[in-house]
């Protein structure tokens, strides 16, 4: 169980959103005051990933931290594997951020992987507005690398392939399609790969609607880049990530974030920069924090 595993993960807490859904989210530190990190998982991941960073952050800083898990993911188990639409997908994180801006000084925004992603969306949809002060993205996956992008081409290939020759559309909300991530596409470490495997909050299968939101999403976030405007922004790249190209990412970073340039770091690190340099990534994060006008 996850949180047999992590030391500290964290308070849970609701947020209702304009549908009525309940977005669940962890907290560690103030619940109001000061300055505020708010992180977004990856795919298939959920909140309690991002603990030891909260740990770390919260060792090296007074700022309080916050994972949110993202519709359909994590403690989220109503149509668990299921996004309705990518304009869900956006309201749910802007609504959740406006309902903090009043209880904390400054919002900080950050993703891991995909949730790097979609925070970048985020930013650009909120830049302007006084809700958030700056933009985190941790081993975003802008670009993959030819690995990955082949296994994840050929895997959704192969479930359209099977889906026609049954002649079957499953239903809307029925999670059918595996995703194609393995532990070691995360980390080397035997004893993380272990939890990532045995993970019970983890998404093992989506929606067809979630893959087609998730394409969406990946295309938006490459386009509004450009719209970010004075947000600072900072990226995070593990030198060993088996999926993320750093390369194609850190120069699509630097053609496209013209406000403000982007501070870009690189650890010696997986793709899970979080699970085994958790320390040297809140130290960067802090750095870079207390360094936001």
């Known amino acids: 169980m996850t949180d047999t595993f992590i030391r500290n993960a964290g308070e849970i807490a609701t947020h209702q959103q304009s549908d009525g859904y309940l977005s669940h ?8 005051g000061g300055d505020v990190v ?7 991941s959920h909140a309690a990933w991002q ?24 403690l989220n188990q109503e149509s668990r594997g299921h996004l309705p639409s990518e304009t869900r997908e956006v309201e749910d994180v802007v609504s959740f951020l406006r309902s903090l801006a009043g209880s904390y000084r400054r919002v900080h925004l950050a993703g891991w ?27 975003p996956g802008f670009v993959f690398n030819e690995r990955y992008g082949d296994v994840l081409r050929l895997s959704m290939q192969a479930v359209a392939e099977v889906v026609e ?6 239903e809307p909300e029925h999670a059918f399609i595996p995703v194609p991530l393995q532990p070691s596409d995360f980390t080397p470490d035997t004893a993380w790969q272990k939890f990532a495997m045995e993970d019970e909050l983890k998404l093992r299968k989506v929606t067809q609607s979630t893959v087609d939101v ?23 790249f593990g030198e060993t990530d088996r999926l993320v190209d750093n390369d194609g990412v850190e120069r ?28 040297m990534l809140a130290k960067l994060l802090v750095e870079f924090l207390n360094n936001v006008r």
Not at 54 to 74: K, P, T
């Open 38 to 44: 708010v992180i977004l998982h990856g795919g298939i």
């Open 252 to 279: 699509m970073l630097r053609e496209k974030v013209t406000g403000v340039p982007p501070v870009v770091h690189r650890l010696d690190a997986p793709h899970a920069i979080q699970f085994e340099s958790s320390d």
């Open 214 to 236: 998730w394409n969406q999403l990946a295309d938006r976030s490459r386009a509004v880049l450009s719209e970010l405007g004075d947000v600072p922004v900072l990226a995070v």
């Open 113 to 139: 992987c995909f949730g790097g992603q979609i925070a970048a969306i985020i930013a650009g949809e909120l830049a302007g507005q006084n809700v958030i002060s700056s933009l985190s993205m941790i081993a």
């Open 51 to 74: 603990a030891p960073l909260a740990e770390a952050v919260l060792a090296a800083s007074d700022c309080s931290f916050i994972a949110l898990d993202r519709r359909g993911s994590g």
């Open 165 to 170: 020759a049954l002649g079957v559309r499953p």
């Open 25 to 32: 989210y962890r907290r560690w530190g103030r619940a109001e």
